[in-house]
């Protein structure tokens, strides 16, 4: 790749060691609560963008569960551009998220955004998310790269593939490799999509890594019936995951209803991935009867 890593003396003193791929070409599997990230099998994450009440993240577990998602995603902490808008259910929502992972059994991803908060998410959580705004957040990456939880790395949504390797690169330096990064769109100046979902991630940054390589087509194009597109386009440039926001209510959802499926959405689009998958020797978890 071009960047930092090709460029002289100094460039070879501070470049990328941990997460360079030639430093583990087997690639490395991330398991997370039993579910295996990286390996034959695309996990599919899903889940409301809010956790906003314990009615709405049970019918939606439940709903994607049997769909075939293996883990559950929802925001206790939310990251809103205006600090007015709703600002997630914090530590009631941690509690409905592990609530819900003992009627289920999916484990949970759910966003940190704060280093004083690293202890107590890890404490309800199986995968830290640490979001797109946060990407750069160099004392947050220590914090989760110290608790030894896997994480989820979103991609700033202006960062270079170069900066994005360098953020799990700290995380990788505290001694914790079970990061998975997150490709969810970036600024660009076409107004007709939330972001530009750019799948030369995928593959670029499996050339490059040996960590696991995820795509949010959700935020990604901000538009639901665009989804199940993007999914498939994903899964067939070789995505190890997608991560998807579901609502059972999209118009009255708290945040990101636009780009929430709903539960039957998910599970159409959950049925036209399967062939996809098998279509270059991989698969996704079965629906549940
Ligand atoms: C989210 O996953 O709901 C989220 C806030 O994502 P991002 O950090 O990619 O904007
Ligand atoms: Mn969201």
Redesign the pocket.
């Known amino acids: 790749m071009t960047g930092p890593r090709s460029s002289g003396a100094v460039a070879a003193e501070t470049g990328l060691r941990l997460v360079d791929r030639e430093s583990k070409p087997s690639g490395t599997i991330v398991e997370v609560g039993g579910v295996r990230i990286g390996g034959r099998t695309v996990v599919v994450m899903a889940g409301p ?1 809010a956790v906003e009440s314990r009615e709405q993240l049970l019918a939606t577990a439940t709903a994607v569960q049997k769909s075939g998602a293996t883990i559950l995603r929802g ?1 206790a902490f939310k ?1 809103r551009t205006s600090p007015y808008a709703f600002q997630g259910l914090k530590e009631e929502g941690l509690e409905l998220l592990e609530w819900v992972r003992c009627e289920t059994g999916l484990p949970i991803v759910t ?1 940190v955004m704060d280093t004083r908060k690293v202890e107590e998410v890890s404490a309800h959580a199986d995968m830290l ?1 640490v ?3 946060h990407m750069h957040s160099y004392p947050l990456l220590e914090e989760v790269g110290k608790s030894g939880m896997p994480v989820l790395l ?1 991609r700033g949504m202006s960062a270079t593939l170069d900066e994005f390797l360098f953020a799990a690169e700290y995380v990788l330096k505290q001694g914790n490799e079970r990061v998975v990064l997150c490709e ?1 769109g970036i600024r660009s100046f076409d107004q007709s999509t939330r972001n530009t979902l750019d799948l030369n991630a995928v593959p670029i940054l499996k050339r490059h890594t040996h960590l696991p390589v995820i795509v ?1 087509p959700s ?1 990604g194009t901000g538009h639901a019936w665009m989804v199940p597109f993007l999914s498939r386009a994903a899964v067939a440039v070789g995505a190890d995951g997608l991560l998807i926001e579901v609502h059972c209510d999209p118009e009255h959802a708290l945040s ?1 209803g636009p780009q929430s499926l709903t539960p039957d959405g998910f599970d159409a689009m959950m049925q036209e991935l399967r062939p996809v998958a098998t279509a270059i020797g991989r698969d996704i978890s079965a629906r549940r009867r």
């Open positions: 963008c925001g990251p966003e998310q979001g797109s705004r979103k969810r949010d935020h990101d």
